[in-house]
C-alpha cells in the first residue's frame, strides 16, 4: 500500500485460513458449477452457518489459480463495517494480485476522511479499470459487516463494476439483490440447499476425511438426520470416534447432542435478541408453521414479519410451498430449540393451542399429531372419529400411523379409533397376524354396541377397518377371504357411502386381478370408478388407475396403460408431493408397463426405494414386478450374471405359501435367463422345478403362471431341437387364452409358436401366424416382447426375411435391434443356427462323453444299441466340425451345450 501507516492491516486477512495438514473433501460438484460461471459480474453464496462457504470458496479461489486468473482475497469482520477501514482493506486484498493498486482510492481517503460511499466506490471502480484480464474479489463472511447504507452501496458498486472484474461474496443473510424480480442475468448464487452434501459426498467424508468405516444405513441415517448439514456430519464424527456403538448414537443423534448444542447456542443463538430466540423456542413445537400458527402459539401479532427475518437471516428455515407460507425448522435445529425449550418449562401448552388452531382450520391431521404429542388422547380421539376415514380416502394418513406405536396399550385399548389405526400401522410393519386379531376385536366392539361411538364418523371408521381387513388379507395373498370380505360389505354398504364401496371396489378388483380373473377385475373398477365420480377422493382415483393401469397390459395395451399410471403418478406428485407413498406402487407399476415399451430407463432409479417405501395396500405382486424389471434390465443391458444374481436374491426372499403365483412368474424368468447364458441343463432343472412347484397346486389357480410355465417348457424344448415338443404345449396353452384379458398372453404364445412350427418345418404356418402377431403387438406399445426373446427370434426373422422379403423390409428396423440384443449379451447370431441343430439326444450323448463314459456304457444307460449311439456320434461331429470326442467335448463347452460341467 501506498500509505502503509494510515492503520495497522492483519496480513491474515488477504488470504483464505490455512487447512495444513487436515484432510479436506473436495467440493468437486459445486467447484465445477461455480467455475462455470466464472464469467458472472457477481456470485453469492448465501446459506446458514456451518454449510461451509469459506471452504468452498477457498477451493474455488484454487481452481480459478490454477486456471491462470488473478485472485484477491477478503475475510470480513464486524470493524470492517467503517467505510474507510473496509476501502483500505479492500485496497490491500487487490495490491496482493496487483502492485500499486488503489491510488484513487487512497487519494479519496487522504482528501476526506469521511468521504461518501459513492466517492469511495467511485475510486475504487476507477482502480479497477486500470487493471488488464479477467480479476476475482471474493469477500467472505460479508454479513459480518453490518452499517447503514451497505444495501445502497452494495447496489451502486455491482452496478458499475467493470466487466474483466467479477465479485464473490459469502454470507448468511438472504442478500436484497436476490429479492428482485426479475433477478438480474448477471447474477450467480448458490444457496444453503446447494451446499448440502450428496449421500455420495457424505460417504466419502467419513472414509476419506474421517477414517470411520460406516456402513450403507449408517450413513443413510446420517445424511436424513443432518440433511446434508456440514457442520452437522462434522460434529457427529468427532462423537462417533469415541463412541463404541456407533449403531446406538446415530439412533439417538439430535439437535441436543453436546457438540451440536454448543455449536448452535454459540455460533447461531448467541447473536439473536432475546425476542428471536423466544420466538424460536416457542414456534420448535411445530412441525410445520406459517405465519398465523406461530401467532396462535407466541400470544404474538408479528409473526409474519418474524418468519421473513428468519428466511432473511437464514436460520435453519426451509420453505414448504411456491408461496412462501409454510415452513420448517432443519431437523436438528427443532430438536436444539425444543430441549432449550424444555428447561423454560412444560411446552404442553402450545401443542395444545397448536391442536386446536389446526382443527379449526381444517387441518385434521396436524391437529392430531399435536393433540396426542399433548398427551390430550380425548381430543386427539374425538379428532379421529370425525375425521379419519377423510384422512384415510386423502391418503394423509401416513404422518399419524407411527405414533400409535409409541402409546401405552391401556390408551389404545380405551378408545376403538385408536385401535382400528394400530390395526393400520401393525398391517404396515407386516404385523399381520397382529393386525387381523385387533381388528376382529375392535368390529366386535362395535358392532356389539361395547365400544362409545359419538360421532357419525365413527361408522364410517368401521367401514375402514373391514377396507382395511380385506387389505391385510390382500396383502397376504389371501386372495378367496379378501373377496369374501368385499362382496359381504359391497352387499351391505349403502349408496351413500361411495367413498367406502370404491374404497372395498378397488380392494376386490386387486385380489381379482391376482387371481387372473382380470375381466371380473374390471368390472369392479368399473364399479370403484361410478362411485368416484360422486366422491371426494383423489388417493382412491390413483389407486383404481394403477389396477387399471395393470389390467390393460393384460389386455394386450401396454401404452394404454403406461398413459393411465403416467397420469396418476403426475397428480400425486402435484397433490402429495415428490416422495409420496403411493408413489411406490404406482412406480411399479409403471416401470413394469415402461418395459414392455423398452423405456424404463426413465424410472430405473426410483425403482429401488419404490420396493422398499411403500404404501400398506402395495401387495408383493407389485413388488415383484419392480424386481423383475431390475433384474430384466440389468441382464438384458449387458451386465447377465448381475441381472442373475439379483433375481435369484429375489426368489430366495419368495419362499413360503404367500408367494406361489410370484415364484412361479420370477422362475420363468430364470429359464429364460439360463438359456440366454447358454446353460441348458441348468435351465431344464429350473423349468423342471416349476412344473413341481405348481403341479403341488390346485389345477388352474393361477392362469397366468400356467402360461408362463407353457413358454417356458417350450423355451427349454427349443433349446433341445423338440420343435414338436413346443409345439404341443404352446398350442395346448393358447387354445385355453379366449378372453379378451389374455391378449398378452395371446401374443407372447403365438410369438414362440410361430418359432416353434418353422422350427418342425412348416414355414408357411409359421409366417401365417407370425405376421399378424407382430402387427398387432407393435401397435399396442410391444418391443421387450421380441427383444427378450430374440435368442430364438432371430433365427426365425432371418428366415422370415428370405422368404418374404417385401413384408420384412418394412421391419429392418426390428431386425438390427434383435441382432444388437444377442450381441449386448456376446451370443454370436451366426451360430444360433448352429447351436439349434444339436437334437436332443445328441446333446444328452454329448453330456455323457464328456463324463467319461464308453459308447457301451452310453448305450446301457439311454437303452440304445451301440450302433445307434456311433450313428448319433458320426452325426454330432459332423455338426460340431470335429473329429474326436475331445474336440467334441471342448467345442461343445465353447457352445454352451455343456455349460454346467
Known sequence: MSNPNALPLLRTKLFPAPFGSRPQLL???????????????????????????????????????EGGARVAWLSCDESDSEPSRLMRYLVAAMEVIASGFGQHVLAALRESASASHEVLIDAFVADLKGLEGEVYLILDDFHRIRHPAMREASRYLTERLPGNFHLITSMRYQPHLLELRPTPTWIMSLKGIDLRMTREETATYFR???????????????????????????????????????????????????????????????????????????????????AELCNAVTGRRDGQEMLQRLQTEQLFVIPLDDKGEWFRYHHLFAEFLQARLAKRGDPTLLLHTAARWCDNHDQADRAIRYALRARDFPFAADL????????VAGNEVYGILGMFKNLPAEVIHEHPVFQIFYAWQLAFDQSFAEAEALIE??????????????????????????????????????????????????????????????ALSCVQAAAYALLGEYGEAGKSIAVARDCLRSADSE?????????????????????????????????????????????????????????????????????????TWRDVATPVELISRGELVMA???????????????????????????????????????????????????????????????????????????????????????????????????????????????????????????????????????????????????????????????????????????????????????????????????????????????????????????????????????????????????????????RSRTQAVLKGKSMGLLGEL
Open 441 to 502: 376385536d375392535v368390529s366386535s366392539r362395535l358392532l356389539q354396541g361395547r365400544g362409545k361411538v359419538v360421532h357419525f364418523g365413527m361408522l364410517e371408521l368401521l367401514g375402514v377397518t373391514q377396507v382395511l381387513k380385506a387389505l391385510v388379507l390382500l396383502y397376504q395373498d389371501k386372495l378367496e377371504a379378501c373377496l369374501k370380505i368385499s362382496r359381504h360389505w359391497l352387499g351391505m354398504v349403502p349408496d351413500n357411502q361411495p367413498v367406502f364401496r370404491a
Open 208 to 290: 476419506e476425511v474421517k477414517h470411520l468405516p460406516l456402513s450403507a444405513e449408517q450413513l443413510r441415517q446420517l445424511q436424513s438426520r443432518t440433511e446434508g448439514w456440514i457442520t452437522g456430519l462434522h460434529l457427529a464424527g468427532l462423537s462417533l470416534q469415541r463412541h463404541a456403538d456407533r449403531d446406538a448414537y446415530i439412533a439417538s443423534l439430535s439437535g441436543s447432542e453436546r457438540n451440536i448444542a454448543d455449536y448452535l447456542a454459540e455460533d447461531v443463538m448467541a447473536g439473536l435478541s432475546e425476542g428471536m430466540c423466544q420466538f424460536l423456542e416457542q414456534t420448535s413445537v411445530l412441525d410445520e408453521l406459517n
Open 632 to 882: 430384466r434390465a440389468r441382464f438384458f443391458a449387458g451386465e447377465a450374471e448381475e441381472g442373475l444374481a439379483r433375481l435369484d436374491s429375489w426368489l430366495a426372499e419368495l419362499q413360503g405359501a404367500r408367494f406361489e403365483r410370484v415364484f412361479a412368474l420370477a422362475m420363468a424368468c430364470k429359464v429364460q435367463f439360463l438359456l440366454w447364458l447358454g446353460r441348458p441343463n441348468e435351465a431344464g432343472r429350473a423349468c423342471l422345478q416349476l412344473q413341481q412347484h405348481l403341479g403341488a397346486l390346485p389345477e388352474g389357480r393361477y392362469a397366468d403362471a400356467d402360461a408362463a410355465l407353457a413358454m417356458a417348457e417350450a423355451r427349454v424344448a427349443l433349446s433341445e431341437r423338440r420343435a414338436d415338443r413346443a409345439q404341443a404345449c404352446l398350442e395346448a396353452c393358447l387354445a385355453k387364452q379366449t378372453a379378451a384379458h389374455h391378449r398378452d398372453r395371446r401374443l407372447r404364445l403365438a410369438l414362440l409358436l410361430s418359432v416353434a412350427y418353422w422350427r418342425k418345418g412348416n414355414s408357411e404356418k409359421a409366417f401365417a401366424l407370425f405376421q399378424p402377431t407382430l402387427e398387432e403387438a407393435w401397435q399396442n406399445g410391444y418391443r421387450r416382447l421380441f427383444l427378450d426373446d430374440a435368442l430364438w427370434l432371430l433365427p426365425f426373422w432371418e428366415a422370415w426375411q428370405a422368404a418374404e422379403p417385401k413384408r420384412a423390409a418394412h421391419w429392418a428396423g426390428m431386425a438390427a435391434q434383435l441382432r444388437e440384443q444377442c450381441q449386448r449379451l456376446a451370443v454370436d447370431h451366426q451360430n444360433l443356427e448352429e447351436n439349434q441343430d444339436i437334437s436332443h439326444r445328441e446333446r444328452e450323448i454329448l453330456r455323457f462323453v464328456a463324463a467319461g463314459l464308453s459308447n457301451r456304457d452310453i448305450a446301457q444307460t439311454v437303452h440304445l444299441s451301440e450302433a445307434t449311439i456311433k450313428w448319433h456320434l458320426h452325426n454330432l461331429f459332423a455338426k460340431l466340425g470335429v
Open 539 to 611: 388417493y382412491l382415483q390413483m389407486m383404481a388407475s394403477m389396477i387399471e393401469s395393470l389390467i390393460c397390459k393384460e389386455n394386450g395395451e401396454p401404452a394404454r396403460g403406461r398413459g393411465l399410471a403416467e397420469a396418476a403418478r403426475e397428480r400425486a406428485a402435484r397433490l402429495f408431493g415428490r416422495h409420496n407413498r403411493i408413489g411406490g406402487p404406482l412406480v411399479l407399476a409403471y416401470a413394469d408397463l415402461l418395459y414392455e415399451e423398452d423405456r424404463h430407463a426413465l424410472v430405473l432409479a426410483e425403482l429401488p426405494r419404490a420396493t
Open 27 to 65: 467440493r468437486s460438484a459445486l467447484i465445477e458449477r461455480l467455475y462455470a460461471g466464472r464469467e458472472q459480474r457477481l456470485v453469492i453464496l448465501s446459506a446458514p452457518a456451518g454449510c461451509g462457504k469459506s471452504t468452498l470458496l477457498s477451493q474455488y479461489r484454487q481452481r480459478l489459480l
Open 384 to 391: 379421529l372419529e370425525r375425521q379419519g376415514a377423510r384422512l
